[in-house]
């Protein structure tokens, strides 16, 4: 089940997210159950950090949606906030409160449905993917998301995570296999990247997000760079 | 009498015909064809046998034998033209081609013949025995084959415009010339038959029409990315000097909406309070700029807000200006200016009634910056070779929108992905943030 909020001052507006989301519950035969909040403050009070999708108005009195989530942010950084937005002539700094996307009133149904099936990807992609590796002699399990990077060097896989390294015997063939493709792309034939961990492309360089610099590899540098490209695009505002 | 017609030239004059049309074919499958297309193929086609046929061998005279097919490849360049809707210059420019692919096929034939004399060599029965006809079709077919996949497959997108009547003429007629004549200029000045010189003859003829076959395709390949380069800078000129005016425009129009708003304020009381509210509406929505804290965004931003105005288009935006920095000026103009053209475009499409949006995020993630546009759609997109194609009535110009957003974006050592879900259109770009000083020119 798919619990969303909508924090919204208009009823009207409300009314017309709230029919838009169950419309989309019968198309996807999926349960989902809405609460509602008229203004930012009660939203706030009541803020038990259950919600997996939150739709804020931007434009609310006492307080605005972007004030709003600025508060939520320091409580929760990671539920997926969407904003939701009269018609915007001026520049909204959503990034700034790492919101996922938003929407336009009055809702268009394309664009919502487009915006909610991203969104669940999203969301169950979060389930994170854990990995079982035999180092030295005993077995460590690391979730996918945690790796920085892999090398291979001689036959030895090392797992270089935000715990630490770990090492194992393996072939690059088989380590491919195990990882998602729209994470991890290879910069050349001995480093495997998370794509969520590249800080920076330095030229010829891919700088992670612990500083280490790993070379790409000239022939693999376009569909390097496609894949990261690719990464982002479904990765949406966040 | 009857040795006029009937003797051991007949199948190959005939064969000969077949192995031009064949040639000429193969160079215009890109071509668009007229009405009742292999009808007219059968029909001329089969004229073009009969002709060849029909030739009567007046003389022994090697001069006049050679001229006798100098008919069949007149008739087979015809072929293009009366089978495909071409021009004359393309007319000439796929025969020469043609007649070199075949001439570089008959020599390899001859070279091949060399080897075996004894079973190879044309003799009175002419192409009628087994041998003699199985190497003249394996040769046409490997080097009709060779040209096919090194040479036309990757010049389909050529079109009229980049080929030229003078060059193709003069290119056709050293095609025929070196088709017909020069092995014979040859033969004729010396009279040794040794295998070695023979060898030398046939592989010199290769070189010369492998060389002719080159220089074509690489002088129109030339030609038209020097036009292109042209039109590229051209478009980038204007895009420069179309910005200035811009940028003047939308500062004025503020400027101007700024005194606008203060006369107005002065009224207030004055005039009807609804009337009052109604004119600052009116005068804020030219007004109000869409602050980006960018200043190139800004102009190219209102610039499209006011065509979108017209066309009932909302526009929303998330944007960090800053982000885009790097960029040079006149760069972040076009990528822009046709990032949002593109989209204005697909939404002025779609049918009346239904909202007109387009979503813009720019944003910086980590150390790259990430730029969408989102917008529905009508209709299908086509696809061409993993390239997207214009449903736009005037493709050229088209065309060098995608174009030029590719080119800045590979510019930066950028890529772009698109997603279509659910008709709505994504185009995602996603660049490295660099340094200012390293990419500014």
Redesign the interface.
Known sequence: MLRVAIVEDSLRDAEQLTSCLQRFSRRHGSEIEIQRYENALLFLQGYKGDFDIIFMDIDMPMMSGMEAAHSLRQVDPHVLLIFV?A?????????EVD?YD?I?K?V?E??F??KM?RALKKLSSEQRTRLLIKSGDKSVRIFADEIIYVDIFNHVLTFHTEQGQFSTRGTMKDLMETLDTSLFAMCNKSYVVNMRH?????GDEA?M?NGDRLPISRPRK?AF??Q???F??????? | MAELWINPLLPIKVFNAVILIAAVMMFSLGLPRKDHFWRRLLLWGSACLLTAAAIPLLTDSVWYVTSMFLVTYLMAMLTVRICCKASWPMVFFIAAAAFSAEHIASMLDSIISLFRPDILQYTDTGLLNIPVLLNYTLCRILVFGLVDLLIIRKNRDMDDDSIRFAPSLLFLIISIVVNLYMNIVFSQLISDRSFWLSMFNFAMNIAISLLLLLCQFAIVREGRMRTQLQIANLLRAQAREHYRISKENVEAISMKCHDLKHLLLALRGVIDPKEYDSMMETIDSYGAEIQTNNEVLDVVFQEKNFRCRKLGIQFTCIIDGTAVDFMGTTDQYILFGNLLDNAIEAVSQLPEGEVKNIQVTVRRDKGFVIITTENGYAGELQWDGGRLRTSKKDKQSHGYGILSIEKIVHKYGGRYSINTEDQIFAMNIVLPAIQRETMEK
């Open positions: 937005t018609l915007a002539r001026f520049a909204l700094n959503g990034y919101a938003f336009v009055p268009q394309n664009f449905e487009a099936n590249i800080q920076m492309i330095n700088v997000t376009t760079m496609q990261i490209a690719d982002y695009g479904n990765k949406r505002i966040n």
